[in-house]
Nanobody, 123 residues
Framework: QLQLQESGPGLVKPSQILSLTCTVS????????WSWIRKPPGKGLEWMGA???????YYSPSLKSRTSISRDTSKNQFTLHLSSVTPEDTAVYYC?????????????????WGQGTQVTVSS
């Protein structure tokens, strides 16, 4: 019933800002925590950050300086902005829901995922 859908450009040029939006249906983003996770080619999943039901944000230390997550509760959407992108940011980007806040966990803690969207950083 709960569905998440990523959207945004599939190609971004180096040094630009990567912007992706996750649209949530079947449930309100005013509950739980809403995350961005990515998988570069040949690498594992990487948690990027999240925004909670109250609007608090949380970021991976390795990406915090370049990452911003916001939300629009009227549209039931949350958005990722990743600045100063390089080809190393090429990945499949996912949005996902987590019911509990915690510094440690597994991917199983994310009970709903979007299908993912491919983003390529190239000139």
């Amino acid at each position: 019933q709960l569905q998440l859908q990523e959207s945004g450009p599939g190609l971004v040029k180096p040094s630009q800002i990567l912007s992706l939006t996750c649209t949530v249906s079947g449930g309100s983003i005013n509950y739980y925590y809403w995350s961005w996770i990515r998988k570069p080619p040949g690498k594992g999943l990487e948690w990027m950050g999240a925004i909670g039901y109250s609007g608090n944000t949380y970021y991976s230390p390795s990406l915090k300086s370049r990452t911003s997550i916001s939300r629009d509760t009227s549209k039931n959407q949350f958005t990722l902005h990743l600045s100063s992108v390089t080809p190393e940011d090429t990945a499949v980007y996912y949005c996902a829901r987590r019911k509990l806040l915690g510094a440690w966990g597994t991917w199983g803690d994310y009970d709903y995922w979007g299908q993912g969207t491919q983003v390529t950083v190239s000139s």
